[in-house]
């Protein structure tokens, strides 16, 4: 490619767009059934594991954290490492908790008169938790 003239390049670069989407039309044109019935299968599969999930998942899901924190902290201070950020995880798990907790009831917004969207409070707290967002109070 470095020794390519400018328009030999510029050929060069035309000519592989163009292959690429040749690749792209043939394995498209022979691999989209499969690629749907692998969709369609992960979903279906999904709503199992949804379907067959406890109540109590989520608590249960937070008391393992847990007892995986507590014991991986103890380990440590029987081992004489430093067990600071473990305590933080633990404070930080315990706030969410509380705020999830504490923080009840729903948003309604409402656009033109009506009712647009309704969200209860620990759904966001969860949405916010998941994007890694953090609130400052």
Do not use: C
């Amino acid at each position: 490619l470095l020794r390519m003239s400018d328009n030999q390049r510029s050929k060069y670069f035309t000519d592989y767009a163009r292959y690429q989407k040749t690749a792209q039309r043939i394995a498209h044109s022979e691999y989209s059934d499969d690629y749907e019935a692998a969709a369609t299968d992960a979903a279906k599969a999904t709503a199992d594991i949804w379907s067959q999930m406890p109540d109590n998942a989520t608590e249960e899901g937070r008391r393992a954290a847990k007892a995986y924190i507590d014991g991986y902290t103890q380990y440590m201070r029987e081992n004489g490492l430093d067990t600071t950020y473990m305590q933080a995880v633990d404070l930080a798990g315990r706030a969410q908790q509380t705020a999830a907790q504490t923080v009840k009831g729903d948003l309604t917004i409402n656009v033109a008169g009506k009712q647009a969207i309704k969200i209860a409070f620990k759904d966001i707290l969860a949405a916010l938790k998941n994007s890694g967002a953090v609130i400052d109070v």
